[in-house]
């Protein structure tokens, strides 16, 4: 970016801060430049999901609805509220507790990273927060609401504004992301036999 | 077409068993990490695992760099008593992705353990992924057999 140069008060009110704001706007928007896109979870937000593992034959299994509470890495609460027969699974993180995972009828559920560590405090929840990086919007293997309107029926369905998702197709891998939330809304894999996706969330709100 | 490994944590169920040894079940994001049992009858012989990065050529929209079993435990399901256990693995940074059923068991332990008629393996993987400053997440996986 090049440096802003001050020319005095009218030029500051009339020209630079219009001219900063626009600035802010084209950095927070979308680029269809060259490039790509870095994108790691933005907390603290809300969510809930509906996860649906698939083997390798493609046969899906029993779906799990969980809420993530996130607030940043090592600061988050994840409960798995209904399906997946006998499943009960959790994880929980924070710097002070450490991470534990495990099924509650266990007895002992594993103990992840030490309470306090570096590592816990640096805990994501699943593979589905992973910073990711994805063509920028514009390149191939990326659609905006404009070429791929099941954009603006999520956007509809999370009350969110579709401008800011973008679907990546990679090989049969489509993920629909939140560029400003950094996370995906929706994981599909379009192999043969599958037809719910792994990962769907099914509300989402932002802030603590 | 080959498969694409893919799942979840919290989504494992008892209803989805394996139907004979060598058969795995994804419970998280198994494009990275896999695992299986071997057992006869009356014993369960072996526990495997696999796991990888992600990063560089193997997976350009994925930064894992390093990974590892942090444990393996056998449980008898009906007792809930713990059959067998091992853990953690150092770090590992190779980076191989195979998107098949077949992928190579670079680590299998000998268990020669009694096999109850109700059991399960569960694994637990960390990794660790080098974007914005350094995350680790995990991966779990449960095969009843």
């Given at each position: 970016m090049r440096p802003f140069i001050r020319k005095g008060r009218y030029f500051a009110i009339g020209v630079a801060i219009p001219l900063l704001l626009g600035v802010a706007l084209i950095v927070a928007s979308p680029q269809p430049s060259s490039g790509s896109v870095s994108l790691r979870p933005v907390g603290p937000f809300t969510m809930r999901f509906i996860l649906t593992p698939q083997q390798v034959n493609s046969t899906q299994g029993a779906s799990t609805l969980n809420e993530l509470t996130f607030r940043a890495a090592g600061d988050w609460h994840l409960t798995v509220l209904d399906g997946g027969e006998e499943t009960g699974y959790f994880e929980d993180a924070s710097p002070e507790r450490g991470v534990v995972a495990g099924y509650a009828e266990w007895n002992e559920p594993a103990m992840l990273s030490e309470p306090g560590s570096e590592e816990a405090a640096r805990m994501l929840p699943g593979w589905y927060l992973v910073p990711r990086t994805i063509p920028a919007p514009g390149s191939v293997g990326i659609a905006g609401p404009d070429e791929d309107h099941e954009l603006i029926d999520i956007g509809e369905r999370l009350s969110i504004d579709p401008t800011r998702l973008v679907k990546f197709t990679s090989g049969d891998e489509e993920t629909v992301y939140d560029l400003n939330l950094g996370?995906?809304?929706?994981?599909r894999y379009r192999s043969e036999g599958a037809s719910r996706p792994v990962f769907e969330v099914t509300s989402i709100r932002a802030g603590s | 077409m080959s498969a694409v490994l893919v799942g979840a944590p919290g989504?494992?169920?008892?209803?989805?068993?394996?139907?004979?040894?060598?058969?795995?079940?994804?419970?998280?994001?198994?494009?990275?990490?896999?695992?299986k049992v071997e057992y006869s009858s009356t014993?369960?012989?072996?526990?495997?695992?696999?796991g990888s990065t992600a990063s560089g050529s193997c997976d350009p929209s994925n930064d894992v760099v390093k990974w590892r079993l942090q444990g393996v435990s056998v449980f008898n399901d009906y007792t809930d008593v713990k059959l067998y256990g091992w853990g953690p693995q150092s770090w590992q940074t190779n980076c191989q992705i195979v998107y098949d059923e077949n992928p190579p068991w670079a680590w299998s332990l000998y268990t020669g353990i009694n096999r109850p008629s109700d059991a399960s393996s569960h694994y637990w993987w960390q990794f660790y992924s080098s974007g914005s400053g350094g995350y680790y997440w995990t991966g779990y996986l449960r095969l009843d057999f």
């Open positions: 996370i995906p809304l929706l994981i | 989504a494992t169920a008892k209803s989805i068993n394996p139907a004979s040894s060598g058969v795995f079940y994804c419970a998280d994001i198994c494009k990275y990490h896999q695992g014993k369960i012989n072996y526990v495997s695992w696999w």
